[in-house]
């Protein structure tokens, strides 16, 4: 709430209505100002007080319904834990949504009546509070508040220094199985690793989504690797075309080293996890061609004839050569007047009753056939076996040979995979060094690497008072 009191002291302080826009002037790099203009956050909202604190307390009570919590450290959850003391004048409760783990922690170690009180329905709590436990990796959507509904996807979060018993979190064995010790009951002591998790939020109306990540560690170097199913299904929706934002935490410069990242994100590792949420996306988008072209192929096939293919119109371009009474042929099996000639009795130089067929060897050809036969073909035709491969749906001789090994499918990304998507970098955190800019700092680095690597990501900050519109 005093994130709120301040945006609204922001807007008051001026001689202009509240709700007008704040222009603002900027400076970049070439030293070229720009003026831009932030919107009034809460326009519409019909704030009904004077002052700053009263609306911001109205905001509180009357507009949040849901908190969605990514995990229980206390600067993702002490602003809400201290705000509960508004929360006496509203209707109904409010709701804490969240995975069952974070909601268990929650319950254990803040609301439990020592370190604050116990203000959730559940054993014998006040009742200001009320959890909503979220299914893990549901496919299923869940609402959370009129009009929106989620997703919750587990991540890790960095390991905990020690191993101990487990506490709630994800826990890691390690690669040989081998365990250290054993506490009571036969359980086993494990490195813990600490969860969190992201967010798909959607909007029910447009059924446009928002991906939101809390703290989360890259897959590189977890213990427990989860972020690929989270960008597996974030790449399906971004290829759908139902989701263009994405809020990441970005907390570290280049400079931090791995071993200090404490479960955080730099921006080398940033964009290794933008690399891999590329490749399946180029991956959905070949499966899809392929299967256009299946259906395009069948289609063609049903009709008994190949020829409006392009790419055989423009291979037999390339090569001349060809024979054109084999060709006449193949027309004569595969064009628009197959159907006609097989009413009439003809098909090439074949004659048919209903007793007998006649066969002109010379000139046979299987449209079922991988190849035409050879006593067809003229010696001296180059590459006419190519033309003919293509001409039945089969791999030219250059593509059945191997290329240096197996190849890599999603190696070449391509020009921008990722155009259209943007990135709102979050949690960055402050070095408290004078003359320094850390997140602007953050900023330039991820610019800097997207413009080597060309996956065509925006990128921006995330700021206090910003409004977004997606």
């Known amino acids: 709430m005093a994130g709120i009191i301040r945006i609204l002291e922001e807007h008051s302080s001026r001689s202009s209505p509240m709700e007008e826009p704040i222009a603002s002037v900027s400076e970049n790099a070439s030293g070229n100002r720009s003026i831009t203009k932030r919107p009034f956050p809460f326009c519409g909202a019909n704030l009904p007080y004077d002052t700053p604190r009263g ?11 849901t908190y969605l919590i990514t995990h229980p450290h206390l600067d993702h959850l002490s602003g809400f834990v201290i705000n509960t003391a508004c929360f006496t004048q509203t209707e109904c409760p409010k709701r804490l949504a969240a995975l069952p783990s974070t909601i268990e922690a929650i319950k254990t170690h803040i609301f439990n009546d020592i370190i604050w009180p116990n203000l959730s329905d559940e054993e014998c709590g006040v009742g200001l509070v009320t959890y909503q436990r ?4 549901a ?4 609402e959370v508040c009129n009009g929106l509904s989620a997703q919750a996807w587990p991540v890790s979060h960095g390991h905990c220094m020690k191993s101990h018993y487990h506490r709630g979190s994800q826990t890691y064995q390690g690669k040989d199985g081998a365990t250290t010790d054993r506490g009571p009951g036969g359980s086993r002591k494990r490195m813990c690793v ?22 989360v560690e890259p897959d590189s170097i977890s213990l427990s690797p989860r972020n690929h199913p989270a960008w597996s299904h974030a790449a399906a929706k971004f290829h759908q075309g139902v989701l263009n934002t994405i809020f990441i935490e970005c907390s570290y410069g280049c400079n931090q080293p791995d071993e200090a990242l404490y479960g955080h ?4 590792h940033l964009m290794d996890e933008m690399r891999s949420l590329a490749r399946i996306v180029v991956s959905l988008r070949r499966a899809d061609e392929i299967e256009k072209r299946g259906r395009l192929k069948r289609k063609r096939m049903s009709y008994g004839y190949h020829n409006d293919d392009p790419e055989i119109m423009a291979r037999r371009i390339e090569n001349p050569n060809a024979p054109p009474k084999i060709l006449e042929e193949s027309r004569h099996f595969h064009g628009p007047n197959a159907q006609e000639d097989e009413v009439n009795g003809t098909r090439g130089n074949n004659r048919w009753n209903k007793n ?6 010379r000139n046979t050809f299987d449209r079922f056939s991988p190849e035409i036969s050879p006593r067809a073909v003229d010696p001296k035709a180059v590459d006419f076996f190519d033309t003919i491969d293509l001409a039945v ?6 593509e059945r040979a191997p290329q240096g090994g197996v190849r890599d499918e999603t190696s070449d990304l391509g020009p921008t995979p990722l155009r259209g998507l943007h990135l709102v970098i979050t949690h960055v955190k402050d070095t408290l060094l004078d003359d320094v800019d850390v997140p602007e700092d953050i900023l330039r680095s991820i610019r800097g690497l997207e413009a080597v690597q060309q996956l065509g990501v925006t990128f921006s900050l995330s700021e206090q008072g910003r409004s977004l519109y997606f």
Do not use: K
Request: hydrophobic fraction near 35%; glycine fraction near 4%; charged fraction near 25%.
């Open 194 to 215: 600490y969860d969190s998790t992201v967010y798909f939020i959607r909007d029910d109306a447009t059924q446009r989504e928002v991906m939101m990540w809390g703290d």
């Open 139 to 142: 496919l299923e959507y869940v």
């Open 265 to 268: 994100l730099s921006p080398p």
């Open 134 to 137: 979220l299914p893990e990796a």
């Open 393 to 398: 749906g089969q791999r030219t001789p250059e």
């Open 356 to 361: 007998h067929l006649e066969v002109d060897s």
């Open 55 to 65: 609306n911001a307390a109205y905001v509180t009570r009357e507009l949040v319904s």
